[in-house]
């Protein structure tokens, strides 16, 4: 990382035409709108505004430049300063620490590792040991179709035939979508749940802020009674109301201002089903703890709907351990009275957290130790 901020940083300079500091908002905004005349309403190199920029090198190296630099501030120089003795990240969980009831996590934040392979791959299964990565599939849009009871929505879910992501590709892109095109439709699916606004989705996928919106409000199209309850639920703190999911978790408005509206409305819309599916990752937890302690195996991480464990690299022991999490995750929400779509699970594998092996060379291994 080291290396690749060195060599975007001359990048940045060879556009300049001069030594200039990335990090200098003042140089920044003197590069962008007095030297190159980049078109924009608001003199500021903020993500937010960066965004809105038309395709030019600059926006392309700046991007880039500020997500290696995050990346190496975070998480390898943060997450070095919170290694123990014992070599491991030892983080504090918050029950109550954020707004849209997800567990919370600090002092390291284990639960915002980036998806990237060499930065999940930093963390890894102590020797005779394997990672076994417990993903609850879709589990905060299961929970939106169970809640708003969007019927679209749950037909997709309680079909064994159907693909939410593929229908919504289809129907954002036309029967002859791409690999990317696909991938866009995961992450407006996924974004739906996360709250994601058209500029995040933009400069992910580095296309203008009208055609991310656009892909967003062709969801709510397809989805209107879920769209319907999301902005029921955004309208609850104007209302005063507070909003309590399957598992009694309540999100209060408190104290609502012109400042604070569009935040605090964001958190409603979220709430019902980011807590539930990280509330059912809890109690999935809870049950399958003693169980784990039977075996030699532990938990080491839960990310919202997702639980690591850490287990002896035994064939009998993992294929347990993969069975015990598949069912509580099926199990848990239909006790919790959500049982409009089933959940469902999948247990991958990896030595690197992050780096998924097969279970079948997986298995090959293991026998012929």
């Known amino acids: 990382l080291e290396e690749e901020i060195k060599v975007l940083r001359a990048e940045i300079c060879e556009i300049a035409g001069y030594d200039i500091n990335p990090n200098s908002?003042?140089?920044?905004?003197?590069?962008?709108?007095?030297?190159?005349?980049?078109?924009?309403?608001?003199?500021?190199?903020?993500?937010?505004?960066?965004?809105?920029?038309?395709?030019?090198?600059?926006?392309?190296?700046?991007?880039?430049?500020?997500?290696?630099?995050?990346?190496?501030?975070?998480?390898?120089?943060?997450?070095?300063?919170?290694?123990?003795?014992?070599?491991?990240?030892?983080?504090?969980?918050?029950?109550?620490?954020?707004?849209?009831?997800?567990?919370?996590?600090?002092?390291?934040?284990?639960?915002?590792?980036?998806?990237?392979?060499?930065?999940?791959?930093?963390?890894?299964?102590?020797p005779g040991y394997i990672l076994i990565d417990g993903d609850a599939s879709q589990a905060e849009l299961r929970s939106l179709a169970i809640q708003s009871g969007d019927p679209e929505l749950c037909a997709i879910f309680n079909s064994s035939e159907r693909s939410l992501h593929k229908e919504v590709a289809i129907a954002l892109y036309g029967e002859d979508y791409t690999e990317d095109q696909y991938v866009r439709a995961k992450a407006v699916n996924f974004g739906i749940a996360y709250g994601r606004e058209a500029f995040s989705l933009a400069e992910e996928f580095d296309i203008s802020v009208r055609e991310a919106q656009a892909m967003i409000d062709g969801w709510f199209a397809r989805f209107p009674v879920a769209k319907a309850y999301i902005d029921k639920c955004r309208m609850a703190p104007v209302h005063k109301q507070t909003i309590i999911n399957a598992f009694g978790r309540k999100c209060r408005p408190g104290i609502v201002s012109r400042e604070n509206m569009k935040d605090v409305q964001n958190q409603f819309a979220n709430f019902p089903h980011q807590s539930t599916a990280s509330d059912i990752t809890l109690h999935v937890g809870m049950r399958v703890h003693p169980l784990l302690e039977g075996i030699g195996a532990r938990i080491v991480n839960i990310v919202h709907d997702n639980l690591v464990v850490e287990c002896p690299n035994e064939i009998e022991k993992v294929q347990q351990v993969q069975k015990w999490i598949e069912d509580a995750f099926y199990e848990v929400p239909r006790e919790w009275g959500l049982t409009k779509v089933p959940f469902k699970s999948e247990c991958k594998l990896c030595y690197n957290w992050g780096t998924a092996i097969k279970e079948e060379e997986w298995l090959k291994e293991r026998m012929a130790a």
């Not at 190496?72 to 123990?84: A, H, M, Q």
């Not at 990240?89 to 284990?110: D, E, F, V």
């Open 25 to 126: 908002p003042v140089q920044m905004c003197s590069l962008a709108y007095d030297k190159l005349k980049i078109p924009c309403r608001q003199r500021s190199t903020g993500k937010d505004v960066v965004v809105k920029w038309p395709k030019s090198p600059l926006k392309t190296a700046l991007q880039k430049y500020r997500k290696a630099t995050k990346a190496y501030s975070t998480y390898v120089i943060g997450l070095k300063e919170n290694v123990s003795i014992d070599m491991r990240a030892h983080s504090t969980y918050l029950l109550h620490g954020t707004r849209t009831g997800r567990l919370a996590s600090r002092k390291p934040n284990l639960q915002n590792i980036p998806r990237e392979k060499r930065m999940k791959g930093q963390f890894r299964a102590e």
